[in-house]
């Protein structure tokens, strides 16, 4: 979340760029026409008092934004051919809230059919059946 990064103005002139949080450079990388990119590192200390002012939603916002990164405007083309009332009230908060429980769902699910049929030695069926009961448990869980 610190550091410095220095480009060309040349390189920043041209596209529109519209970050998210504290990655500026990541936009900049993303969208600029940057050709080179060099690194000077440098070591943190250990925090001494006070805590991280990271949260989930920073890690959230982050995939959200390689995602409209990667896909080069595609997403708000989309969005601008949705009806104006539909693309405003896209609750994209809420579905990346439903994405992620249902891929914790899928990983409950994969683990406890794991444990059950090579852990335990159960019939593959049995095991799958328990299995995808604990994975729904566990979206309606966290739900």
Do not use: C
């Not at 990346?96 to 593959?124: F, H, K, N, Q």
């Amino acid at each position: 979340m610190s550091g410095y990064f220095m480009v060309r103005r040349s390189a920043i002139a041209g596209p529109h760029l519209n970050p998210v949080g504290y990655k500026i450079l990541l936009e900049v990388i993303g969208r600029g026409n940057v050709g080179e990119i060099a690194e000077a590192g440098y070591v943190f200390q250990e925090r001494e008092s006070g805590e991280s002012k990271v949260t989930w939603k920073q890690y959230v916002e982050y995939l959200g934004h390689l995602a409209r990164l990667r896909s080069r405007g595609r997403i708000g083309r989309l969005r601008q051919k949705l009806p104006p009332k539909i693309a405003q009230t896209f609750p994209k908060e809420r579905f990346i809230r439903y994405a992620i429980v249902g891929l914790s769902g899928v990983l409950v699910d994969m683990a406890v059919l794991y444990l059950l049929s090579d852990g335990l030695g159960l019939a593959l069926t049995r095991s799958k059946i328990v299995a995808a009961e604990v994975g729904i448990f566990s979206n309606f869980f966290w739900m």
